[in-house]
């Protein structure tokens, strides 16, 4: 990664990362598609309000796997070894750690965090029967999840991109047997995506018993290193903060379209959500892909390879951005189709998707800023970067805006939060800028 040209050890990472993501969302889509298709609205609104747990589920597990990521690529690009086998052991243990204590304190509270979080009385039920689930699988997901990432980061992009690719086609099949042949409703597919998961981790644990692969995955390597733990928790707690502030903006959003509109409106959400996630997720196939070749030229002190990949990485992702704003602004009503076949919810779905990818490539570019930070371990202005979008602008803009907008005040709080946000991540890479092209090779 420190002599190759930039654009194929670009191509060659993120192609692979962009796959597994567009897969890895496609993942979630069609967990709405089978609800909206085989279950109802109602059902896809009950989603709807797992949304802010699914953030701060994945959360903990973006901040070790995140972490793991930068720390193993690091220590590769330093050719310390041992050092970056240890740190897949701790993040086994920390998956591990974290994932049970999550599922026990959620699984205590289910149905009072369900209502908090945007459930009605109407929707209550499908939501618990997903969560009870998901929640029950919550180990497997962040094992699954933090290896994955450690797998990537090694040097091993495309089986990372296979093993996802075979959880997104093994969870299709799971979704339409349990929902469409032997009836589970929605608990069927939270089924459908465990099961999926599980077989996913057993394939990924499988390339790292290989006597040929770098990374051993030992008994030995199971010791918990405080050391080690820290920098992965360090550099992972601002995708952590991301996801973190996130479940509270999707808390702010439900609630708020509860009041405002009703269990349409929350429904409606979810099925925008699931499509801007789909273009985020393309991004974090760049940000992915851009990470190892950033982290590891850092490492080397090759800082003019840093600035060429992350050049690469920006235009990449502003590109897609603006292919997915022209698809969402011009061609809302059939995308939202794919969810369902009511024509309500159809409509306050479209209205809201034109509305929330106004700005879409500005997203992009705040990602691969942040992620820059990330991969060359400046875990605090990562953190900053990563918050000041909620914190700055969003929340307050959700608080105060529905009480004179209505729901219209919901929608507009997200691309008026991306515009502001750009502003101050742009000055502060600028001056990133500045600093690594004078810092001595």
Known sequence: MGTKSIGSLLLHYSLPAIIAMTASSLYNMMDSMFIGHGIGSMALAGLSA??????????????????????????????????????????????????????????????????????SDNTIGYARDYMEVI???????????????????????????NVTLLTVALNFVFNYLFVFVVHWGIRGVAIGTILAQTIGLAMVMRYFL?????LQLKKE???????????????????????????????LINTGLQTHGGDMHVAAYGIDNRIVFFFVMMNMGFNQGMQPIAGYNYG????????EVFRYTMCCVV??????????????????????????????SSYGLRILTSLLPLIGFQMVCTNLYQSIGKAKIAIFLSTTRQLLFLIPFLLILPMYWGTDG?????????????????????????????KPA
């Open 210 to 214: 290989k006597p040929t692969s770098v």
């Open 221 to 251: 390597i199971l010791h918990f290193s405080s050391k080690i733990s820290g920098q992965i928790l360090s550099i992972g707690l601002a995708p952590f903060c991301m996801n973190a502030l996130a479940c509270i903006v999707v808390t």
């Open 410 to 438: 919901i929608w507009y709080s997200l691309p008026m939060a991306d515009g502001l946000s750009a502003l101050i991540v742009a000055v502060m890479i600028i001056k990133l800028i500045r600093e690594l092209k004078t």
């Open 50 to 119: 797992t949304f802010p747990f699914m953030n701060l589920g994945a959360a903990f597990g973006a901040m070790v796997g995140a972490g793991a990521s930068t720390v193993v690529s690091v220590k590769l690009g330093q050719q310390d070894y041992k050092s970056a086998n240890h740190a897949m052991g701790n993040v086994i243990l920390l998956n591990v750690g974290i994932g049970l204590l999550f599922m026990l304190v959620s699984l205590l509270f289910l149905d009072p965090i369900l209502y908090f979080f945007g459930a």
């Open 135 to 161: 929640l029950a699988g919550n180990i497997i997901t962040h094992l699954y999840l933090g290896l994955n990432s450690v797998l990537r980061s090694s040097g091993h992009p495309r089986e990372a991109m």
């Open 300 to 307: 080397a002190q090759k800082y003019n390879r840093v600035l």
């Open 319 to 348: 590109a897609f951005g603006a292919i997915g704003w022209l698809l969402c602004q011009f061609f809302p009503e059939w995308i939202v189709s794919m969810f369902s076949t009511d024509a309500e919810l159809n409509a306050l």
